[in-house]
Structures are given as C-alpha cells and as structure tokens.
C-alpha cells in the first residue's frame, strides 16, 4: 500500500525558508507516469495546488509562488522536497503531498494518493 | 488566472440526490476530477477524468463534464456523505481546485 510522510517544521519565522520533504513507501518515485505534487489549506483559501515535480527533474508551479518555490525529487531516498523562501502569516497552512498520477501528460493526471499533512505556522 | 467556482453548501436528505457543481470557462474542454474531504482528514479522490470511480468508490458517486459546468452526482445519498467536496482540474500545467462545497445531510 503507497503511503506518503510529509515532515518539516511545525513552526517557521516570518521571512525565514520552509523545508518540507515528503517519503514514499511502497512504491517508487521513479515512475515515468507519476508525478508528485504539493498542495496546501488553509481555512479561508481552500485546497490550493503549489506545484509538482517528476523524478526526472522536471518542476512546474504556481506562478503566483514561482519566484519563492523551488521541489526537487531525490530518487536514492525515494523522496521529493519543496522549499518556500520569505514566508509571511498568509503561507500558514495545512501543506500536503501527493502522488499525481494516470498519465505522464499533466492535463489527464489526478491526485490519488494524499498524504497525511503537516501544519505549517508562520509566527514570531 | 483560471478558476473553478462552486456553491459554498448543499443540502441533501438521506436517500435523495445531491448535485455539486464546478464552473469554469470551458470546463468541458479540460478533464475534471472530484475528492471528497472530512474534517481532520486529507482529501479522497472520488472521481477522475470527469466519471472514473477509483477502486472502492461506491457506484453512488457519478460526474459529467460539459460546456462550462461539472457536476458531481452523489445518488441515494447517506450520511457518510456529509463532507466537503472539490473539484480540481488543469488549466496547461497549472493546478486549479474549486472553491469546495459543504454537502450536508439532514
């Protein structure tokens, strides 16, 4: 059964960089047709996709994030991390990650397996 | 930037229809996937590629997909039900969720 850990910091500065790195068990990153994704929440925004990454490499992301948002996929660990630099109060949320999955072409791709989220605070 | 809207809150009675909504500009043109969510819980996905049930989906759970609005069709409705639901499609190779809708059993 695929199972995915988010861990990182439950607490983060305002202006600092979150770390957050997500663990796959039971099966490999290293799927050509699988993607893998962060999406975080909060109570007054909803579920909102930040951006995804194929063990290839390849990354695409919100663009209202681009120039703070960097995921990378590290396939001897069988993980994939996002790193969020100058965060303010309105980046505390809920930050989940999941496998995208059904296509190597993102426009047929869904997310089917979640992990457990990781409540990020952004305080002082 | 592309978006999908839904109504805040649905109710339903237990054994009856609930219809969810997503609209957005030429929705049926991009395919569109549903999750279920309860409180304290990550998402479920319920439906992808506008009607595909994953594997232990109940056969209740159905979508449709065209012009401008999806609709995810939940049928004899049971109180289990009662969660929050989104709707989340592609727009290129950007993610979108919907706005999410409470669908409440009375």
């Known amino acids: 059964q695929l199972q995915l850990q988010e861990s990182g910091p439950g607490l983060v500065k305002p202006s600092e960089t979150l770390s957050l790195t997500c663990t796959v068990s039971?099966?490999?990153?290293?799927?050509?047709?699988?993607?893998w994704g962060w999406i975080r929440q909060t109570p007054g925004r909803g579920l909102e996709w930040i951006g995804s990454?194929?063990?290839?490499?390849?990354?695409y992301y919100k663009s209202s994030l681009k120039s703070r948002l960097t995921m990378s996929a590290d396939t001897s660990k069988n993980q994939f991390s996002l790193r969020l630099t100058s965060l303010t109060a309105a980046d505390t949320a809920v930050f989940y990650c999941?496998?995208?999955?059904?296509?190597?072409?993102?426009?047929?791709?869904?997310?089917?397996?979640w992990g457990q989220g990781i409540l990020v605070t952004v305080s002082s | 930037s592309y978006e999908l809207i839904q109504p805040p809150s649905v109710s339903v009675s237990p054994g009856q229809t609930a219809s969810v909504t997503c609209s957005g500009d030429?929705?049926?043109?991009?395919?569109v996937c549903w999750y279920q969510q309860k409180p304290g819980q990550p998402p479920v996905l319920l439906l992808y590629?506008?009607?595909e049930r994953p594997s232990g989906i109940p056969a209740r759970f159905s979508g449709s997909n065209s012009g401008n609005t999806a609709t995810l069709t939940i049928s004899g409705t049971q109180a289990m039900d009662e969660a929050d639901y989104y709707c989340?499609?592609?727009?290129?190779?950007?993610?979108?969720f919907g706005t999410g809708t409470k669908v409440t059993v009375l």
């Open positions: 999941a496998r995208q999955s059904g296509s190597y072409l993102v426009s047929e791709s869904y997310f089917d397996y």
């Open positions: 039971g099966d490999s990153i290293s799927v050509n047709t699988y993607h």
């Open positions: 990454v194929h063990y290839t490499g390849t990354t």
């Open positions: 030429n929705l049926g043109d991009k395919y």
């Open positions: 590629q506008d009607n």
């Open positions: 989340q499609t592609w727009d290129t190779i950007t993610g979108v």
